[in-house]
């Protein structure tokens, strides 16, 4: 009897060890899926803050390409101003140096009696109308001028 009872209690110990391992288990594997639910929370987190700093890069990018375009406008803008200043003083001196040819013109013409009073009255108006020009050029110029 002795024998039984020793191999039931040997027997019962062994069954209990082995609900004992399988409990473990049960908690090891709870534990394990715990760990990665908290590692996927974090890789998930992390993935945020990433995107985040792209976000943020990608902004400060089109914010500097945005500047440097309005920058290159500028200075576009600024070298047209200059070209169109440059444009009306050649077109003041050619038009002053026109009015002195044919001032010459006249005089030289007078002198020699080869002008009759048709054609001095002709360079006269031409003069004349030179002078309105470059009055009409120069307040360009000085509207030009004030933008620059």
Known sequence: MKKIFLTLAVFLAFIHLGN???????????????????KQKQELEEAKQAQEAIDKAEKAQKKAEKAQKKAEKA?????????????RKKAIGKSERKIQKSQSKLAKGKSK?????????EINQ??????????????KLIKLQQKQ
Request: hydrophobic share 40%.
């Open 75 to 87: 200075l576009k803008k600024q070298e047209k101003l200059s070209k169109a200043i440059a444009s």
């Open 126 to 139: 031409k003069i004349n109308k030179l002078k309105l020009t470059i009055a009409r050029d120069k307040e």
């Open 20 to 38: 004992a391992q399988e409990i473990e288990q049960a908690s090891d594997s709870l534990l394990v899926v715990q760990q990665n639910v908290e």
């Open 113 to 121: 009696g080869k002008v009759s009073p048709v054609k001095e009255m």
